[in-house]
């Protein structure tokens, strides 16, 4: 079984922060690509930040740059997403998702998702 559930999402006003966690099952984590996703509204689907296993290509679109972080444990199979300085524009649901050695930050490389996790930034 693989499998990947992401947790904390949840309201928040601007400003404020939130810690999306993924937790990874049946496969081990530190051997993937790493990726957070995002889909607003009448929106495609679209990458956030992503990870390859060997740290050489971290990305982050540009909405996000300088206020996300993309990170992962290996010993806790866990990937994070920490989101400071939230917008509104930042809503959407959040997608966590990887892929067998090294990828690019796009929906179509990633093999493995999670069920999402909804993300609301308002007053």
């Known amino acids: 079984q693989l499998q990947l559930v992401e947790s904390g999402g949840g309201l928040v006003q601007p400003g404020g922060s939130l810690r999306l966690s993924c937790v990874a099952s049946g496969f081990t984590l530190e051997h993937y690509t790493i990726g957070w996703f995002r889909q607003a509204p009448g929106k495609e689907r679209e990458g956030v930040s992503c990870r390859r296993m060997n740290g050489g290509y971290i990305y982050y679109a540009d909405s996000v740059k300088g206020r996300f972080t993309i990170s992962r444990d290996n010993a806790k199979n866990t990937m994070y997403l920490q989101m400071n300085s939230l917008k509104p524009e930042d809503t959407g649901v959040y997608y966590c998702?990887?892929?067998?050695?090294?990828?690019?930050?796009?929906?179509?490389?990633?093999?493995?998702w999670g069920k999402g996790t909804l993300v609301t930034v308002s007053s």
């Open positions: 998702a990887t892929r067998s050695g090294s990828s690019w930050c796009s929906p179509d490389g990633m093999d493995y």
